[in-house]
């Protein structure tokens, strides 16, 4: 029965934390906002000096497939909040194809920047061929057949575009048009595509702009999530690749960070009544998981001594003005509080930590006194959870509170000790699971070993960057940008520049949260 217990357990974790997922995907695109695009013609010469290294990375390889340069675009996109964007636009004029190259929201060396084709028709009908990007894409856009291949090279992604290309043409005339109408076009194309999603019931009017819809934002996420599955098989593919063997410059992935912060939603708050649904709706799949095993005078004391737990840390975090707290039951396991820390001190997220376990035992042992004044069996089984729950908490493993407030205060600033640290917990932790027989110690032993590693490699790296700017600093502070300048020459001197984007952003938005503390 336990094994049972601990494969259900493990089953609830994965289920919750995707259903988790997929809520914050859905929740940041119901906060995008989109608007009026505008597209402005420049001069190649325009570019910024790391955007022509970055672009004639790829420009080398179209001149092979027979592209000559046409023009430089100014693009300030649909989407509220993201920077503009250069595009650097190529033309191969016998097979009336352009080829757009723009700054790569995740550059590698497989893909230093990304590449559509397009031809556009005297109809006024476009074929757009994208590569490992259309699952971003809200709806569907008009008057274009969209190809998105998820191909490994290149001359890949162009062949599908070419092949598409020679069907169409049997009904319709491509067409080459001036750098001005290419730009006029590619405009309208934007702003009628704004349109069309409101048209179609994809968005809806909100402070002048359009917001995406709840069910719509649901589907996107769901689409985006499955997508990022696929783009990361594509990436292994192109990993083994070497149709660019070049470093991405610096100051590109610098940009390409920034573009990332920028991009996003402006931060907002759930609403309380989101919150309270939330609360009651994983409250009750916790209440199912667990009622066939157990009294329900047994689970209402369970979720009661749960919730004051965490009740505790939510008003710390509110305190301390973490970014939206919220809690949540999880399956089988129990209970957590997630918010977002702006610029907590080190003691702040203690006191955060505290604030579970000490109102739950304060209030256990006015329970246990009860119990012996009144030698009521409901205050005395009160009694009993409250005190046993946060006193394991208090157990010096990660990831219960004891561990991470020892980890704060010894350990943080020692990735080697923090990690043997760590490990030794997660140990003790299964060993205490398997002498008492619970499975939820076990389970929060296995999960706390997949994230230990990772957790190690982003203080050292911290570490290392906190010498190297004291270094830097030494003549006077440096800028924000300076710094992730600093930050990413330094994982390039690491031997990190071969890792993925994604991860390379983690680490340096770990490295600047910390170091704004």
Known sequence: MDILYLAMASIGVLVAFQAIKLFVYARSWTHTRLGNATYELRDTGDLPPYLQDLYNICGERLVDLGFEPSHCELVDGPFFGKPESWQLVYLNAARK?????????????????????????????????????????????????????????????????????????QARSPIIVPPAEFVSRSESFLNDYVCSLQSSGYTKQRDGMYALRLVPAVRTAFKSLVGERRLGKLNQQRGKSSEFPVDIPIEAQVASFQRIAAQGPQPRSTTWIVKTLLLLGTLVLFALSLGFSMSIEFLAILILGLLIHELGHALGMVLFRYRDPKILFLPFLGALTIGSPEKVKPYQKVIVLLLGPVPGLVLGLICLLLYIWTDFELVGNAATMLLALNYVNLLP?????????????????????????????????????????????????????????????????????????????????????????????????QGLDGQPFAKKCLFAKHAMDNLAV
Request: glycine residues 8%; charged residues 15%; hydrophobic residues 50%.
């Open 97 to 169: 194809t352009y080829a757009i190259l723009s700054a790569s929201s995740l550059p590698s060396r497989s893909a230093p920047c990304d590449i559509e084709f397009l031809t556009v028709f005297s109809d006024g009908q476009r074929l757009l061929t994208v590569n490992g990007i259309s699952h971003r894409l809200i709806g569907k856009f008009p008057n274009t057949v969209l190809l998105d291949p998820y191909a490994p090279s290149m001359q890949e992604q162009l062949g599908t575009h070419w092949t598409t290309l020679s069907e169409l043409e």
């Open 397 to 493: 493993f990660v990831p219960l509170d004891g561990g991470q407030i020892l980890d704060l205060v010894l350990f943080s600033r020692f990735p080697l000790a923090q990690l043997v640290f760590q490990a030794l917990g997660l140990v003790c932790l299964a060993m205490l699971s398997l002498f008492t027989g619970g499975y939820v110690l076990l389970v929060l032993a296995i999960v706390g070993i997949v994230g230990v590693w990772q957790v190690f490699q982003r203080n050292r790296f911290l570490s290392q960057v906190r010498k190297r700017l004291r270094e830097a600093e030494s003549d006077g502070a440096l800028s924000e940008r300076e710094r992730l300048l600093v930050v990413f020459a330094l994982m390039k001197d």
